[in-house]
């Protein structure tokens, strides 16, 4: 299937001059991901695949995911940073950075960063655009433990995380557990580094608010034309995706997140001949299968993930959807990769 443009992952050049620090250069990716030069070069950027296929490379050839992952985040100079992640780095706190960088991560698919505080703690939890494929282990920890180095680099703090959660066996944990500075979590059911709330406070020595004022607006309109080429079921259908196991899966709070009105969410859906309840319910579905596909989720788990307070609402649901339980339903995919 031919991916449209927009699609499609621009690869930084940074990456492969971090690379080459380490050793690797772009022929030794290319040959061991089994892609054309031309393909990993292309200044339009690649598919979802070949992205993965990249970084999986990386870690067949270094060997070790910790050490791919603590040696490449150390590497990768700031200042080759494309102007989205650059823009970060300038914020004036550690939140501001985070929050930044959550929202111009839609212009750098696949993955999302959900951000949440409470109590004492910030979340921050890494999902996929494409909820049926999962990216390498090597990309996961590369792309959490970038979050704590802006962190560290913008506060000039020695910033340590509260806890870190990988669903992905992950190599050497102790050394992970060194340099994230906190309890490293193996087999968990997501993604995840938990930090300490009180360092989003920290203000960034590397503030810069004339760049900012150069970056932002730029930015700002390059993320409002890559939303407007979504369509609002699209669009709707992925923060629910995104907010569904936090309990915010109501019209308002959708609402809330693309800016508009109740009223005008409910009149756009209506034009696009769907409802908020209808999307609501295809998103469950879709998202209970991908969950149903890992053997590791008990039907508990799989029921609160899609926003269901209890197991029989959730039973009843998915007969109706697919004419089985889901225990059944698992059994006769088992071998269905999430």
Known sequence: MTSHVSDLIKIPQGLWSGLRELGFTAQDIARQAQLPLSTIEEPAGVTTAQYFAIWQAYSDLIGDV?????????????????????????????????????????????????????????????????????????????????????????????????????????????SLEAYFGCRIRVGAECNRMTLYRRDLDLPFVTYNEELLEILTPALDRALDEHQGNKSIIQTVKWILKRSLAGGRSDMLSVARDLGMSERTLQRRLTEEKTSFKQLLTQVRHEQALSYLADSMLDIKEVAFLIGYEDQNSFYRAFRLWEGTTPSAWRSQHRGLAR
């Open 66 to 174: 910790s050490q791919g992952i603590i040696k490449l985040s150390t590497a990768f100079d700031t200042a080759h940073y494309p102007p989205s992640v650059l823009a970060t780095y300038h914020a004036r706190d550690y939140r501001d950075a985070l929050n930044r960088m959550a929202m111009y991560k839609q212009l750098c698919p696949p993955e999302n960063l959900q951000i949440t505080e409470e109590g004492e703690s910030c979340q921050i939890e890494l999902n996929w655009d494409s909820v049926k494929q999962s990216g390498p282990a090597m990309l996961v920890g590369i792309t959490l433990a970038t979050l704590l180095e802006l962190g560290r680099r913008g506060t000039g703090q020695p910033i340590h995380a509260k806890l870190v959660e990988f669903s992905h066996p992950m190599g050497d944990v102790e």
